[in-house]
């Protein structure tokens, strides 16, 4: 079990904090319901728990509980994941949810339909923004203990933003387990207890204590049209960081200021992305762990020497392109894929997406089951893979996914590119709204063994 880090959203407080959003992960307890718990039978990946300001039920809940794989993606299977994010499919998914899930919990129309509603948080929270969890060993026997203690208490929200926000939920779930295992940083946060200090101070103790195998999961936010999320922040350090603040806080805090500043630099630096280079652990439900660290977090982490030869490569594969400024392209194909399609979702939550092509209907699949399937485009499949792994290459290590996740998009791109190249090619129509979705698509090969590209 462990820690949940959210990274900071661009919307109300958070936007000016930075503090992002905690919760608990569990491997081996799982949802009977979102507010019963249960151990986890074969196959089950596990659960995240979280409170929020208002759930939205019709019940006060202070907790809600989801599968894992429903909380990161909006699936049950993570096969069927979106490969590609945007608030139109996230609704979608929510919707999927409520009907399945939550029927008997949310039947009030503010339930149903308002989008302050935070069951919906609970929901693919990678589409909106990327995801670390720390984790450490528990026993059966805690476990046990802990949901006969959870589901016999009264789940009944008291959330206050000062003295019981969702770190202090986290703290309290994790010090049942592990006391005084999670504090806060009441110098640091100016008396509140904010996300990252839970995770830094959990983190220390799991450092301090090598039995209980510390290990680091990334969950990078999915490419699409919704903002990019941000690293979180402590109090301090977001006096340090933010532009907004600097002027009116250091006028505010003149004499204090230098407090502030030993403050920061001597006990609140804590970096999730290096913690998940150093600890890594197997993605679930991507790979086992190997028993060899360094090879493991070449698996999961890559090497710069890796990165820089899949950029090498896909640059090679863009200037192979006939398409004009086929960057700037690839950099607006997300928007005019998601202003010109109509979606769906299948019985498993796969994602499709309609759009008219030269006159004609065509689907495209944009999940991991579907990218490649017999009925969806080949044109626009390889250009959604190539879109995604531009803007993958591109983004700085905390909005990258694990090296193991790429290496599957890369060979993903690799079919996609021969698919494509293997079919009559039509001509361009300008009446086309997915830019040059039919342009032929240039071999895509491995960018050489030092990357490691897996094996198709």
Not at 41 to 55: A, H, K, R, T
């Amino acid at each position: 079990m462990g820690v949940v880090l959210n990274e900071s959203l661009d919307e109300n407080v958070d936007r000016i904090s930075s503090t992002g959003h905690s919760a608990v992960y569990f491997s081996r307890v799982c949802p009977e319901s979102p507010v019963k718990l249960r151990l986890c039978g074969p196959g089950e990946l596990g659960s995240v728990m979280s409170n929020y300001i208002n759930i939205g039920e019709d019940q006060p809940f202070e907790w809600n509980i989801v599968s894992l794989s429903m909380y990161l993606y909006g699936v049950e299977d993570p096969r069927n994941r979106p490969l590609f994010a945007s608030s139109k499919i996230k609704r979608l998914l929510e919707e999927r949810y409520r009907q399945k899930y939550l029927t008997a919990l949310c039947a009030a129309p503010s339930c149903i339909t308002s989008q302050k509603a935070e069951w919906r948080e609970m929901v693919a929270a990678t589409l909106i923004r990327g995801v670390y969890i720390f984790t450490i060993d528990t026993t059966v026997e805690q476990d046990q203990q802990f949901i006969a203690e959870f589901n016999d208490a009264a789940n009944k929200n008291h959330f206050n933003g000062f003295t019981r926000n969702c770190a202090d939920f986290t703290k309290r779930v994790i010090n049942t387990y592990f006391p005084n295992a999670a504090k806060a940083d009441y110098l640091n946060d100016f008396g509140m207890t904010s996300p990252k200090a839970v995770a830094r101070t959990f983190t220390h103790y799991a450092l301090r204590h090598p039995e209980s195998q510390l290990r680091v999961m990334h969950f990078a936010q999915v490419p699409g049209t919704i903002k990019r999320s941000r690293t979180v922040r402590s109090g301090t350090e977001q006096l340090f960081h933010s532009g907004k603040l600097a002027v009116p806080m250091t006028l505010l805090l003149h004499y204090a200021l230098p407090v502030v500043t030993t403050s920061y630099f001597t006990t609140a630096r804590f970096n999730a992305d290096k913690e998940f280079a150093q600890h890594p652990a197997s993605q679930l439900p991507l790979g086992t762990a190997s028993p060899n660290p360094h090879t493991l977090q070449q698996e999961m982490v890559g090497t710069p020497a890796q990165w820089k030869d899949f950029r090498k490569s896909l640059d090679s594969v863009i200037a192979e392109s006939d398409v004009p400024d086929d960057s700037s392209d690839l950099n607006h194909f997300f928007k005019k894929l998601d202003e010109a399609g109509t979606l769906s979702l299948d019985q498993n939550g796969a994602v499709w997406t309609d759009v008219t092509m030269d006159g004609k209907p065509v689907r495209l699949g944009l999940s991991a089951s579907n990218i490649l399937a017999q009925n969806s485009d080949s044109a626009l499949s390889y250009r959604l893979l190539l879109a995604r792994t531009s803007h993958i290459l591109k983004s700085p290590a905390h909005g990258r996914e694990t090296m193991l996740e790429f290496k599957q998009d890369w060979s993903n791109l690799q079919r996609a590119s021969a698919q494509n190249a293997a079919k009559k090619i039509p001509s361009n129509s300008p009446k086309n709204p997915i830019t040059a979705a039919n342009n032929p698509a240039p071999a895509v090969g491995n960018p050489g063994a030092s990357s490691g590209t897996a094996a198709q």
